[in-house]
């Protein structure tokens, strides 16, 4: 019994003593670890920067651009159809804007045909402009509303075109008598009657009679264009006056 309580008490010893071996090491392993971590270094005698890594670019992943097959199909653009102007039956003045307020700047004569080439946008496409068969290069202005015209085409598909206002012509009387003009049979009151002893004309050529002389005689003819004023001074009896 003794020595069995012996042997106990020995085997305790040992394990104690093993226990204790074993400690002492963990604990010299820890501080081994402890000595190979570094330790920052609370003033540092350099400030450190940091520098991007620069990339590879040969690590950055290609593209590869697909081509485009589809064909873009093209805008249709409008043509205009061709407009012709045809003279038949007489000949027909052409002038230098849409109006008879403007100068002649040509004649288209019988048979003539003519490429139109704009319209009027104030008078509803009555009046044309067109190129001058005769003169290559130059443009003139027709009016539609004639029985010496025919219009070929689509006047709707000319481009509308503008032209500057033309300066307005005018016969005075400046005689005692009263004074016919002709053919658009307007009659002008004597210098005693201002305003009425003057008229806004068209550019046209007029035929000048006296009313009060027997058989309405025929002074002159007078030819108007853009910003003239033509004074009537003779009148049937071969008197001369003059406006004040």
Partial sequence: MIKMIKK????????IFALAVFSL???????????????????PSKTSTWTPRPKDPTALPTVTLIPNTQIATPVPTRTPKKVTFTVTGGNLNVRRGPR???NYVGVLYDGDVATAVGRDRLRLSRWLLIELPSNPGAKGWVTTETKYSTVEGDI????????????????????????LVQPVNVQLLNKYNEPHNEEHFYVLTYQ???LDTSGNVRLEDISL????RVDIIYDGAGDKSKCE
């Fill in 100 to 102: 008879l307020t403007y």
């Fill in 225 to 228: 264009s853009e910003g003239r």
């Fill in 208 to 210: 000048i009679y006296d």
């Fill in 8 to 15: 106990r008490k020995t085997q305790i010893l040992i394990a």
């Fill in 156 to 179: 709707s598909s000319l481009p509308l075109v503008e032209v500057d206002v033309a300066a307005p012509a005018f016969i005075r009387n400046c005689t005692t008598h009263t004074i």
């Fill in 25 to 43: 090491q963990a604990c010299a392993q820890f501080a081994k670890m402890q000595t190979d971590v570094p330790q920052a270094n609370p003033m």
